[in-house]
């Protein structure tokens, strides 16, 4: 069966795509044990469960051949040092790629792979980020009172594994430092033996 084209708009501001099968809000308690500061964490939390970010997302059949879109907002915000990010994966299938094309805001895509290369790039207005198969990929909002919004695709049969970077954590981190924003090797890395 082969299904008709269709068109969608992504309207400004609000970037709720005129088409949205599913939308994915993520808060605080979402990313237990992703921050460094935990003891900050563990405060804010008893505070408030923040929402740190939302997914627009057209649904596909998760097969080969189809793509998988939509948009993705990160709000803006810190624990401690640490900007608001998403939780960030690994494909389930490795050897998969995706594509970013940022439509508003500031903020980094930070990236790496299983053998412990590393990268980060900048997201703002207009950028596109090409995410290579075999990287994992985390969004971070540096933005002081901004959302960073992305448009995002990728291969539908993909799948995303949380578990590795759950476990082990990212190898980079962005925080702000004496009003810098930095790039710094997480403190709370665990190593794979
Ligand atoms: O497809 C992607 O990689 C993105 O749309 C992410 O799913 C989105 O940014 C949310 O991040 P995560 O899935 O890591 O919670
Ligand atoms: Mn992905």
Request: net charge negative; hydrophobic share 35%.
């Amino acid at each position: 069966m082969t299904d008709k084209p269709f068109t969608l708009r992504i309207p400004f501001p609000g970037f709720q795509p005129s088409r949205t099968d599913n939308h994915i809000t993520r808060h605080l308690s979402d990313l237990e044990g992703r921050f460094m500061d935990t003891e900050t964490y563990e405060q804010m939390l008893e505070e408030e469960d923040v929402m740190l970010y939302e997914v627009y997302e057209v649904r596909r059949p998760e097969i080969a051949g189809e793509m998988l879109f939509g948009i993705d907002i990160i709000h803006p915000g810190k624990v401690g040092d640490e900007f608001f990010m998403t939780k960030g994966h690994y494909h389930e299938m490795l050897e998969t790629s995706e594509l970013y094309y940022c439509l508003q805001g500031e903020g980094f895509m930070v990236m790496e792979t299983p053998e412990g290369d590393t990268a980060v790039e900048k997201l703002f207005p207009n950028s596109v980020i090409y995410v290579p198969p075999r990287w994992a990929h985390r969004t971070v909002c540096t933005g002081q009172n901004e959302d960073l919004v992305n448009f995002y695709i990728y291969p539908a049969n993909a799948g995303q594994n949380y578990g590795t970077l759950e476990q082990f954590g990212f190898r980079k981190i962005i925080v702000e430092r004496n009003n810098r924003i930095e790039i710094i090797d997480n403190p709370n890395i665990k190593h794979r033996s």
